[in-house]
């Protein structure tokens, strides 16, 4: 679907609120105690007997399974928030932004491009009806050039868009800054690639 279509078939919603996860101090909180957890595991793992050696070296492929925040789209399937979630900021649909917003998703793909990496989703929409339950939401990886709705679809949309994006979500408060976020990636890739034993 395009991004344009995204945009057409949204079910009736009255605001929009805007989240920026999987970078600054709540991730750097949730890799400091992933790093004292693994820390601690393979602690356990050195002295443990034969028959729980199992059990922690799968605990510590989960754990790094973990830390690799690819793909990790705001909500769950069953709409709890990722723990690295912020609020930004709220957009009534009489706001101006909202217009901006519209203006930017309804820009026609005249460009196709393909991603060549997986997406690791810094910046999300979250569209409310009137009773505040979420209606849809539109996950977006500046860095890649990736959206990504609430059933996981791919969403197309013209380059120029992430440019527009970009600096509409900086305005609401959004702290975007692609060269912090591609390093902290590459130290959270680093940390959770470590041999488990």
């Not at 989703?121 to 939401?137: K, M, N, Q, S, W």
Request: charge should be neutral; charged fraction near 20%; aromatic fraction near 8%.
């Amino acid at each position: 679907m395009t991004s344009v279509e995204f945009w057409l078939r949204l079910p009736p919603f009255e605001y929009v609120t805007t989240y920026s996860f999987n970078r600054g101090p709540k991730l750097q909180r949730l890799t400091r105690t992933a790093a004292a957890l693994r820390q601690s595991l393979q602690q356990e793992l050195r002295t443990a007997r034969f028959m729980g050696q199992r059990a922690l070296r799968q605990h510590l492929q989960e754990l790094a399974q973990f830390g690799q925040r690819q793909d990790v789209p705001l909500t769950t399937a069953d709409g709890c928030f990722d723990i690295t979630a912020s609020l930004i900021a709220r957009v009534n649909r009489t706001d101006e932004a909202l217009g901006l917003l519209r203006a930017v998703i309804m820009t026609p793909v005249g460009e196709s491009l393909a991603a060549g990496c997986r997406p690791i989703f810094r910046d999300a929409l979250v569209f409310h009806d009137a009773a505040g339950r979420i209606v849809e939401t539109l996950n977006i990886c500046l860095q890649c050039r990736y959206l990504q709705n609430q059933a996981g679809e791919f969403v197309e949309a013209d380059p120029a868009v992430y440019d527009q994006l970009r600096r509409v979500l900086t305005a609401l408060g959004h702290p975007i800054n692609t060269v912090a976020d591609a390093q902290e990636a590459a130290q959270n890739a680093d940390f959770f690639s470590h041999d488990v034993g």
